[in-house]
């Protein structure tokens, strides 16, 4: 994912239910591979959704 993505939220949190949009602004973290689990997975990125979020690379998906 990079600046600019348009992304859909696969899980729900407090303030931002599942499936909500959002668009991309930066990516804050890079957690590292510590897990064996694909470094995409952990990044944290964070999205205009109306408000500021931070998600992470697993809770999103692009929108086509």
Do not use: H
């Amino acid at each position: 994912m990079r600046a600019g993505d348009l992304v859909r939220t696969t899980r729900a949190s407090i303030g931002c239910p599942k499936g909500s949009l959002g668009l991309v602004q930066t990516k804050l973290k890079d957690t590292g591979g510590f897990t064996g689990i694909p470094d995409a997975m952990w990044r944290i990125y964070l999205l205009q959704t109306g408000r500021q979020r931070r998600c992470l690379g697993r809770d999103l998906e692009i929108v086509p």
